[in-house]
């Protein structure tokens, strides 16, 4: 029998401008764990690879909760910087790396 699925919270905004607001994105990242906007890694991989290499440096604007970043280093792209305007994003993408033994590689 399929289990169900887990309830996801309600972090949908009532207009579109609330996409504009810090509050909003604080509220959201408060509430939501993981979410990517577009497919996840493995669907893109194969074009990212052909153009990021090791030796490049990567600068993640907006990186949210995503785990493009994870998904980046474990291919061996090392150089990474994940930024974000939400300070609550910033810190739980930190912990969640720290809990994932990337400890040494936060600046
Ligand atoms: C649509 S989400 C995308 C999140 C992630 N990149 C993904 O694909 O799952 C947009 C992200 O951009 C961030 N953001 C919005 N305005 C920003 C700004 N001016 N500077 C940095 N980040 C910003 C939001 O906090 C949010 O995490």
Redesign the pocket.
Known sequence: MDRPEPEKPDVLPSTALAYLDRNY?DKRFAQEEH????KDYSHFRHIVLQHIKPQSSVLE????N?QLCEELYRDGITELTC????PI?VEKMKQRLINKGYKEQIG
């Open positions: 994105w979410y990517e906007w577009f604007l907006g990186c949210g995503s930024i974000d305007l939400s994003a």
